[in-house]
């Protein structure tokens, strides 16, 4: 994704978030959407990965295992290549909420046994301090739920 593209995909998802307070607690009780991803060519909305099981892999750098999502040979060769990983075009959508990570990217190292290093794949709403207190009720009661 070129810059100004993750620059105004930020933008327009920050205007969504603030339209929309249940999508904002959905994404930060659900860990920032740090599963569940989809990689897919910018020009053209269907997915060609599936990114899942996480681990941290480095400081900043966390290791997903990737599957093909399709059906087309060659797309599915490619995905074992430095070559797509490093494509500038490429979004990274999370299947739960169907937004794009707008700063992500894979690291250069390539793919290796199955699994590519990303930086930046989550989605990051911001909250004010009576969304954050109540956040944190929320996560209260659930914990609560829980243990009864």
Not at 5 to 33: K, P
Not at 117 to 126: N, V
Request: net charge positive; charged share 30%; with cysteine.
């Amino acid at each position: 994704m070129t810059a100004a593209l993750a620059n105004a995909t930020a933008i327009e998802q920050q205007a969504r978030f603030a339209a929309d307070r249940e999508l904002r607690f959905r994404i930060a009780e659900g860990a920032h959407c740090r599963t569940g991803w989809q990689v897919e060519i910018e020009t053209e909305r269907r997915p060609l990965a599936l990114l899942t099981d996480p681990q941290w892999a480095d400081m900043f750098w966390i290791s997903y295992a990737y599957t093909a999502a399709s059906d087309i040979p060659a797309e599915r060769a490619a995905l074992d290549t430095t070559e797509f990983w490093t494509r500038y075009d490429l979004l990274y959508r999370s299947r739960d909420v169907d937004l794009v990570a707008p700063f992500a990217f894979a690291g250069l190292r390539g793919p290796g046994a199955g699994r590519i290093s990303i930086r930046g794949l989550y989605l990051a709403p911001e909250f004010t301090r009576y969304e954050r207190f109540l956040l944190w009720l929320r996560r209260r009661k659930h914990r609560r739920s829980i243990r009864s």
